[in-house]
Structures are given as C-alpha cells and as structure tokens.
C-alpha cells in the first residue's frame, strides 16, 4: 500500500471539508441575518442548503478516517 498517495488523498480530502464547512458557515450567516431582519421563513428556507454540504463533509471525513486505518494495517 503507497502510504504517500493514501497521505496525499487524506490531505486533499482535509481541504475539501474545510471548503465544504466554510460554504456552510457562509449559508448559516446568510440565513441568521435573514432571521434577524424579522424573515423566519427565508431563513430556514436559506438554511437548507447546508444539509447536502454537511452529508458530503461527513462522508468524506468517512473516507478519510478508513484510508487512515488503512495505513496503520
């Protein structure tokens, strides 16, 4: 097993869940300000664009945290 490339994959994965997070937080502002400005109902519709973001984060934590239990076999 190239425990190099497997590295490698991890930290590019790493950097697309910081992406995906930080996308998140953007839409989490957009929608408390929403909610701020008295718009309850444009806030939480603004807020269910985070859901696919946090799904694909935490499958790609999946991946990452098997490939690191691959390179500790």
């Known amino acids: 097993m190239?425990?190099?490339a497997i590295n490698e994959t991890i930290k590019l994965f790493l950097v697309e869940i910081t992406t995906k997070l930080n996308e998140a937080v953007r839409?989490?502002?957009a929608a408390e300000a929403c909610v701020?400005?008295?718009s309850v109902a444009e806030g939480i519709e603004v807020s269910m664009e985070i859901e696919q973001l946090?799904?694909?984060a935490?499958?790609?934590h999946d991946?990452?945290?098997m490939m690191?239990?691959?390179t500790r076999s």
Do not use: K, S
């Open 54 to 56: 946090l799904y694909d």
């Open 27 to 29: 839409i989490a502002r």
């Open 58 to 60: 935490g499958r790609l």
């Open 36 to 38: 701020v400005a008295g």
């Open 68 to 70: 690191h239990r691959l």
């Open 2 to 4: 190239d425990t190099a």
């Open 63 to 65: 991946a990452v945290t």
